[in-house]
């Protein structure tokens, strides 16, 4: 239990300081290709993970459960190579040291620190920073002041309504929801689940492809409105075609109606895949100042990964009680993120300080 509860806190610490390292030292045409292949290398670990637990599970000794965090600790011990990484530009102004923050930048742009263009990046990052210091002390409330009150709650309303689209719930008992479908057979439940997890990966490669070409909106509002599509047909194909055995087991009466509601949960977690699992980790990183980025990614996604445990233990209840009724309150869900996701300023293309100027205009 103390090990499954460090790794849950090393994932949280990653999940907040991944997209805000990325955010500070990529340029703006391929900010959001970095940030979205932290997304991208997360579904490769839940596949990997998914698998090798599926795997496992025909163990009858220690070693099923051993072998999955053996394997963890491979990846961490890899994972120390981010000690080689160099800091953020940003991150060395502002504690002072601008030399060293000169040399990462002309680095990054693989030039020299005489070259104008790093020249008018690192005057533009002091230019920022300075005025930020003028304000003292950094806090958690200053997020919730002045022009920081509104790239707050747009980054609470992108990063916790990815959990609210209900893809924490959805991901979670897909086995379940295929075997309420009429996909009886457990073991092909589990490898049709695993299965979604792999076209997750495809539809986030994509947006790897394309998220610097495409824009943010327009990817929140076609994902928002393609999920709650998919909520609704597939709570309508549960209510209209549900029936009960004589041990009170809930499923669908016909095959069609079974193959729908699998097709639509993949077009569901297709549709997240390509917009609001990855767009909403890039999103908040970019709209926060250097000043308050770190404290706002932290509300923001603190705040997801609450959300998201709350919706994976409320979706039993409705699993139980009604079986089309949560995927109507999913699909309400992702309607208002649809229609919110059109007042979301566009950052795409945009460096760090044109983004800062959109909220504090000249």
Known sequence: MAGRLLVGFGEGFLTNAIPLYHTEIAPPDIRGRLITLFSATASIGTIAGFFVNFGTSYLTTDWSWRVPFLIQLIICVLLSVVYWLPFSPRWLIDKGR?????????????????????????????????????????????????????????????????????????SYYTPQIFQQAGLNDVAISLVTSGASNILVLIFTMLTLLFIDKLGRQGVFASGAFIMGASMYVVGGIFQGFNTVDNEGNLSLSNDHARNCVIAFVFIFQAAYAYSWGPVAYIYPAEISNMRTRAKTIALAYGLNWA???????????????????????????????????FFLPETKGKTLEEIDRIFNPM
């Open 98 to 170: 601008e030399e060293e923050a000169l040399e990462v930048l002309a680095k990054l742009h693989e030039s020299t620190i005489d070259d104008p263009e790093v020249k008018n990046e690192f005057r533009s990052i002091c230019e920022e920073i300075e005025v930020e210091r003028s304000f003292g002390n950094r806090t958690f409330a200053e997020c919730f002041r002045g022009s920081n009150l509104k790239r707050t709650m747009y980054a609470l309303f992108t990063g916790n309504g990815a959990a609210f689209t209900g893809t924490y719930s959805i």
């Open 307 to 341: 959300i998201g445990i709350f919706m994976t233990f409320i979706m039993p209840i409705f699993m139980t009680n009604t079986i089309y009724g949560g995927y109507y309150f999913f699909g309400g869900c992702c309607t208002l993120l649809f229609f919110g996701s």
